[in-house]
């Protein structure tokens, strides 16, 4: 296992166009969860997935971003209509999550390289 | 106020120097923290892992979670130039998954 790659690194797109981005976890990973980092900030959260079902959007996902994990595989991201302001690095990362009698564990994220957008 | 603040530096130490990151919280309900490398062009990568309060250390690495001041701190001993990099603190609290970070701090070790 290589760890978690997205596709593509860098994406050119003209506003209004949509965009797709593909993130394959490491395959023992049940979760999996989308972040946007912009230049000088630290990742801001988007959705996650455990396995195929989407438990959590973040206000900052509008309607124009939608994101699947079918079979609880790999997964999508896609922005419709894009606009200058999506231009971004979209990470992706996963983390195995175990039940423990007191609670979740949470054992930190793996994540990808990313997906450079940028919109003229 | 944001959840999670980080000074963003630049920090600037010659080789050798220890280093101390620090990030403040908001958030009472945080208990999982945690410290990420991210070099440019690269994702972040995962330093150290703390649960709830106290120290942990990973060989030139050590975290620090105060809870009480809702301060945690990263300290590197022993910095080399491959230290240089953004170094993120991050932030969970129980039964939640989405991780909040902080906007990270620029370190230079300078050779």
């Known amino acids: 296992d290589t760890g978690v790659s997205q596709d593509p690194r860098h994406k050119i797109t003209k506003r209004g166009q949509n965009v797709t981005f593909r993130c394959d976890p490491i395959?023992?990973?049940?979760?999996l969860y989308w972040y946007r980092q912009t230049l000088g900030q630290g990742p801001e959260f988007l959705t996650y997935f455990q396995n195929e079902a989407q438990l959590e959007k973040s206000r900052l996902l509008s309607d124009r971003f939608s994101a699947e994990r079918p079979k609880g595989s790999f997964s999508t991201l896609e922005i419709q209509r894009t606009e200058q302001g999506d231009s971004a690095m979209y990470l992706c990362?996963?983390?195995?999550?175990?039940?423990?009698?007191?609670?979740?564990?949470?054992?930190?994220?793996?994540f990808g390289s990313g997906t450079r957008l940028t919109v003229v | 106020q944001k959840e999670v603040e980080q000074d963003p530096g630049p920090l600037s130490v010659p080789e050798g120097a220890i280093v101390s990151l620090n990030c403040t919280y908001s958030?009472?309900?945080?208990?999982?923290f945690m410290w990420y490398r991210q070099y440019s062009r690269k994702g972040p990568e995962l330093l150290m892992y703390?649960?709830?309060?106290g120290n942990k250390e990973d060989g030139r690495f050590t975290a620090q979670v105060d809870k009480s001041s809702k301060y945690i701190s990263l300290f590197i001993r022993d910095s080399q130039p491959s230290d240089s990099a953004t170094y993120l603190c991050a932030m969970s609290a129980t039964g939640g998954f989405k991780t909040i970070f902080g906007a990270g701090t620029r370190l230079f070790v300078k050779a």
């Open positions: 703390t649960y709830s309060s």
């Open positions: 395959s023992e990973h049940n979760r």
């Open positions: 990362a996963s983390s195995l999550g175990l039940k423990r009698d007191r609670g979740e564990t949470n054992y930190g994220y793996t």
């Open positions: 958030n009472s309900a945080f208990q999982y």
